[in-house]
């Protein structure tokens, strides 16, 4: 198993890329299974989570040749004749869920694996299958699966979301685009992936309106045609670098992310003392050498501080001078880093969904554990500022979203290493 050692102390300066989104790209990928044709998608990033996409499109009976050079993927699913996401994938990447309404739309029938908890909490699918069968479909759920029938195809439908939920509205707004008539989806996700998801199926044919607005309006068609589209930057991994660099006191210029997919995340980092400059697809950042000025925030659906930049700013505010408080609303029990940030010598209180945090000047090196996706990234950004060495164990969660992490932090200068035991 793969482990992170970290040796802080290295003010990271320097340019980077931004990936390609992998938020974004998973429900792309599943999107194609709407069409009969094939699709070419670009800037697809080479993560652990998209290569368990294609594994589950694979199994379904589509093709997907990645080319790794290009950061293509070509998927066909023109010959596709199973239905059926299993179990051992799904507990890998809840994001299999995305499935369900792109096969219940194209071949009435669609079965996945039930999601269970995760590290993040129970994480529910409730609205995802009352999407569904406000469309028309009948849901069950046997054997740990959900079953899914919709022989006589799906029909629009007006939905109200009762929660914002991203994956909820990915998978209806790609169900309705095959359904029969007029869907309007309300309460909907507005996040940048949501957005780039619609112009991928607007590519294939579908009519949609209202993208990156909380009310989408589908018109179904019967059938949808292959396309090529390039997968939007990763606005949480270039959120990621830049509070590396801000926590660091450095400087950093991220390439090819603009600043409104960044939006309130670049504002909280201007609190804490950044000086940002926006470009034409470049964001830049400077703390001109100074220690970070501790920022509260409180998570909120997109437009709001994104719960996948959390951690992060919790690593930021632990050696930022002043007091902070950090909410999490929308999972439950996804302020787990803190417990290895107390290892490392952090002064946070947690109180239900409320972390209180009394910056100190220094962390200090110790060996910590991820426990998931972002929480690892805080990690990986407390090591950076820690007097001394960190080890990093079960960094296959970081693996799962962050391309090459430790060969982009050495490029700005980290002391990054990756040791297999
Ligand atoms: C997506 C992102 C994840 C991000 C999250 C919130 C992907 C692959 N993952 O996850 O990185 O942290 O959005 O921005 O894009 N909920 C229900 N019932 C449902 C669905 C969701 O109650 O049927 C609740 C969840 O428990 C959670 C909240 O809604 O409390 C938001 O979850 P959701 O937006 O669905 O997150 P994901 O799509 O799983």
């Known amino acids: 198993m793969d482990s992170f050692i970290v040796r802080g102390g290295q003010r990271l300066h320097g340019v980077l890329s931004a990936s390609g989104s992998k938020n974004a790209a998973l429900p792309i990928m599943a999107a194609t299974l709407l069409s009969a044709e094939q699709c070419l998608l670009r800037r697809v990033p080479n993560l652990r989570d998209i290569a368990t996409m294609a594994t589950l499109l694979s199994s379904l009976g589509a093709t997907a040749d990645r080319d790794p050079k290009e950061a293509s993927v070509a998927l066909n699913s023109c010959a596709l004749d199973q239905f059926r996401a299993p179990y051992d994938l799904v507990k890998t990447m809840r994001a299999s869920i995305l499935v369900l309404g792109p096969l219940l739309a194209r071949f009435g029938q669609a079965e996945v694996s039930f999601p269970g ?19 028309g479909a009948t849901v069950a759920v046997e054997s740990g699966y959900i079953v899914a029938k919709a022989p ?5 439908a007006d939905f109200c979301f009762d929660t914002v939920t991203v994956g909820g509205t990915e998978n209806a707004v790609m169900a309705a685009t095959l359904a029969r008539g007029h869907s309007t989806l309300r309460n ?4 940048p992936e949501i957005v780039d998801l619609v112009q991928f199926l607007r590519a294939m044919g579908a009519r949609i309106e209202g993208e990156g607005t909380d009310t989408l309006e589908i018109e179904g068609v019967s059938a949808l045609h292959g396309a090529t589209y390039e997968v939007m930057p990763d606005r949480i991994e270039a959120g990621t670098y830049l509070v590396a660099a801000a926590a660091t006191r450095g400087d950093v210029k991220i390439d090819g992310i603009s600043s409104e997919v960044l939006g309130v995340v670049i504002d909280k980092l201007a609190l804490a003392g950044a000086e940002i400059t ?3 697809g470049l ?4 703390m001109k050498t100074k220690r970070p000025t501790a920022v509260d925030i409180e998570t909120e659906p997109f437009p709001g501080f994104p719960t996948d930049m959390q951690a992060q700013f919790t690593a930021l505010n632990a050696v930022a001078l002043g007091h902070s408080s950090v909410v999490e609303t929308v999972f439950e029990n996804r302020l787990m880093q803190v417990h290895e940030m107390r290892r490392m010598g952090a002064e946070i209180d947690i109180a239900g969904d409320r972390a209180q945090i009394t910056g100190c000047e220094q962390l200090q090196g110790a060996p910590v554990m991820a426990s998931d996706l972002r929480a690892s990234a805080s990690l990986v950004i407390a090591g950076l500022v820690a007097d001394g060495e960190t080890r990093i164990d079960r960094i296959y969660h970081i693996d799962r979203g962050y391309e090459n992490i430790e060969g982009k932090l050495q490029c700005l200068g980290a002391d990054i290493r990756r040791i297999s035991t």
């Open 117 to 135: 908890g995760c590290a993040i909490g129970s994480r529910p699918v409730d609205l995802h299958i009352r999407a569904m069968e406000a469309m």
């Open 188 to 191: 909907a996700a507005r996040e």
């Open 152 to 156: 006589r195809g799906l029909s629009g």
């Open 278 to 280: 926006c470009g034409e």
């Open 283 to 286: 964001v830049s950042l400077d």
